[in-house]
């Protein structure tokens, strides 16, 4: 006798399946399609604009009534300097803190600080720009004496501490997976927990913590509402930190809303969407390879 | 029997959490000496030796009591300094543990967390460490491959020249052979013989053969005690006990 699978349960597994295929297809159709509108919408741009323009001027000015100019390089700049501020900032704080979650706090530490660093990740942007702006922006200004604190340290600091939970969370999972014999091995030879978790269990998990560092990047270069309140939003090339900037979030966000449609500026903020959608798709695509390859191993 | 003794164990006992896994061990370690201790699975074997350099501490609830006495000072005291212990007392584990790093840095790493800086002392050291470790003439060519590129063999013995480099008086092996092949494992055994002349070794393993022949004194611990303790040559021909004998004999275990 052979036990066969009656029809009716064939059919029910067969519908399962195919609902959680249609799911998983609708996904990838919908990042597809994003893509797919990017580039077909930006095409027009590169009509009346050629591309040497948006990637090596600086001058990005749509509405100037002498001559229209579209240079993409000062916003992309602005976008990389926040954001490498932003990592500069937040990595180092937040290796320690999962060091701190994962070796060092009692457990019952461990169940506070756990939940509290998700909260973190749960602030609305619009209220880490309201800090920003009523808070770190004066700081900035006091400590540096400058007339305002609308810069891009204050955007770098917002977006350092958006961007550490995730970075927290995934560190904290690598160091989790770092092998306990390794830890052992440490000890055993003299070494102090501190010098264990320096020496061992942070080169250990390094790969983990690289691609941990990558997603919060993702995180923070996309991010629009936070720069666009702290950073002071001035158009021009930033010459160092403390000067206002304004990143490619910031232009779509402030332009968009009140472009003409049809027009070449209304392509171009898709050519700087387009942009934007490639670094974040770039950085997160080298962190899930790190990421493999690490699980690989 | 015990002449001159390094360690002294007195009405040792050991618990994790409620449970006892060590009952009033007392027994006495001879310098410069191999000391096998064997028993079957889940007898305190391991617990004993992972005592001897607090290891156990790691464990959540573990809990001891008596004297362990070493240099004639008492370790199990709450204000004992478990660094400077562990510096004096290796450890080799059961399943060779190398740290991600090359071979060089593996056997640094005992060196550079004690801040010693001088390359000439760190490279003279990792030779001798090497050496010590009969590992020498197969890795001097390749000193900054991955620890990894070794056969299991070959790691075990990295981790034993790794213990050796910070120089300890005392060294603990958790069944070092038992996930290694016949030829890697009398390599093992024959490098014990040769480091028993500058180190005291204590060595659990499950294999009696292996007992009988690297140890100089052996302990058979049963259920948390130590049933028997004596020359390992006259445990194997001429046991006091009537369990010791079955369990050598393999009539258990």
């Known amino acids: ?297 | 029997m015990i002449k001159d003794p390094v360690i002294e164990v007195i009405d040792f006992n050991f618990y994790y959490g409620d449970k006892r896994a060590l009952t009033d061990v007392n027994v006495k370690i001879e310098k410069n000496s191999v000391t096998g201790i064997i028993g079957p699975s889940g007898c305190g074997k391991s617990t004993f030796l992972r005592s001897i350099n607090l290891m156990n501490n790691l464990i959540l609830g573990a809990r001891y009591e008596g004297k362990i006495m070493l240099d004639g000072e008492n370790i199990i005291h709450k204000d004992v300094d478990v660094v400077e212990l562990r510096r004096k007392v290796g450890m080799v584990f059961q399943k060779s543990n190398p740290f991600p790093k090359s071979i060089f840095e593996n056997v640094a790493y005992g060196l550079r967390i004690n801040g010693i800086k001088n390359k000439d002392l760190i490279s003279r050291r990792i030779e001798e460490s090497l050496k010590g470790a009969a590992l020498w003439e197969e890795v001097k060519d390749r000193l900054n491959a991955s620890a990894f590129d070794l056969s299991g063999g070959q790691q075990q013995r990295l981790c034993i020249a790794r213990a050796l480099a910070v120089e300890p008086d005392i060294l603990l092996m958790d069944e070092p052979a038992s996930a290694l092949d016949p030829t890697a494992t009398i390599k093992i055994e024959e490098l014990i013989q040769e480091l028993k002349k500058k180190y005291t070794i204590i060595i659990v393993t499950h294999n009696m053969q292996q007992a009988a022949r690297v140890s100089d004194y052996t302990a058979f611990f049963m259920m948390g005690k130590l049933i028997e303790y004596n020359r390992t040559n006259l445990m194997f021909t001429n046991p006091e006990f009537k369990i010791t004998e079955d369990y050598i004999t393999g009539r258990f275990g």
């Open chain 1, 1 to 297: 006798m052979k036990n066969r699978l009656p029809l009716s349960k064939k059919i029910k597994e067969a519908l399962i399946h195919g609902g959680f295929l249609v799911n998983a297809v609708l996904v990838i159709l919908v990042l597809l399609g994003i893509f797919v509108l990017l580039i077909w919408t930006s095409l027009p741009a590169f009509e009346q604009i050629p591309l040497k323009e948006f990637l090596f001027s600086s001058n990005w000015n749509p509405t100037s009534y002498v001559r229209e100019s579209y240079g993409m390089l000062s916003m992309l700049v602005s976008s990389l300097l926040v954001t490498l501020g932003a990592m500069i900032f937040a990595v180092p704080i937040s290796i320690g803190a999962a060091a701190f979650i994962s070796d060092l706090a009692s457990n019952r530490v461990r169940e506070i600080a756990k939940p509290v660093v998700e909260i973190l990740a749960s602030i609305p942007s619009v209220v880490i720009g309201f800090i920003g702006i009523t808070l770190i922006g004066p700081s900035i200004a006091k400590v540096f004496d400058l007339p305002d604190g609308l810069n891009a340290v204050n955007g770098s600091i917002l977006l350092g501490i958006m961007a550490m939970p995730t970075i927290i969370s995934l560190t904290e999972d690598a160091l989790k997976s770092v092998p306990k014999s390794y830890t052992e091995a440490s000890l055993a030879l003299g070494a102090t927990k501190w010098q264990t978790i320096i020496r061992v269990r942070i080169p250990a998990a390094s790969s983990g913590i690289i691609a941990a560092t990558m997603l919060g990047m993702g995180r923070a270069i996309g991010e629009t509402m936070t720069v666009l309140m702290a950073t002071g939003c001035a158009g021009a090339m930033p010459n160092s930190l403390f000067d206002s900037v304004k990143t490619m979030t910031s232009v779509i966000a402030i332009e968009l809303g009140e472009v003409a449609y049809g027009t070449a500026h209304y392509y171009a903020l898709f050519v700087v969407g387009l942009a934007l959608f490639l670094i974040t798709f770039a950085v997160n695509l080298a962190a899930e390879i790190i990421f493999n390859k690490k699980q690989k191993r």
